[in-house]
């Protein structure tokens, strides 16, 4: 009878090893897609993260409000250099790649909705807050 047991006990260690061997090989498996999956991921935030810092447009939405600010207090016309100027000295952050392309576009965008008029001053092209009707 002792071996019996034994014998019992050895199929029973058997088949509990060919389930681990099995149970191994499944989370291979998974380790492997993860890895597939995180590098493609890693390959998709770089993408947008590049996208990010490219910012050409109203990155922040305070930005246009800023804006608008400056040329309503503004008493004479004011070049886009002379815009970001006064918005750095009023502490706006102008955390931008390229923030006089920021500025360009903000400041088309609120000359189109007529918040802005485009003038020339000596040659240069500066805008002021539009006159009210």
């Known amino acids: 009878m002792p071996v019996n047991i034994w014998n019992d006990s050895l199929k029973q260690a ?3 090893l060919v389930g681990a061997r ?3 090989e499944k989370a291979k498996s998974k380790a492997i897609d993860l890895e597939e999956r995180v590098k493609a991921l890693e390959e998709t935030v770089q993408a947008i993260s590049r996208l990010c810092t490219t910012q050409t447009v109203d990155a922040d939405p305070g930005l246009r409000d800023a804006c608008m600010a400056v040329f309503t207090e ?4 004011l070049s886009i250099p002379e ?8 502490g706006f952050k102008m955390n931008y790649r390229n923030p006089l392309a920021v ?7 609120l000359e189109k909705s007529e918040f802005v008029d ?3 001053v000596g040659g240069q ?3 002021e807050a539009a006159v009210p009707f």
């Open 14 to 16: 058997e088949e509990e």
């Open 103 to 109: 500025l360009h576009t903000t400041v088309k965008r």
């Open 74 to 77: 503004s008493l004479v016309p």
């Open 125 to 127: 092209t500066k805008y």
């Open 118 to 120: 485009k003038k020339e």
């Open 83 to 90: 815009l970001r100027d006064l918005l750095v000295k009023n």
């Open 22 to 24: 099995q149970e191994l």
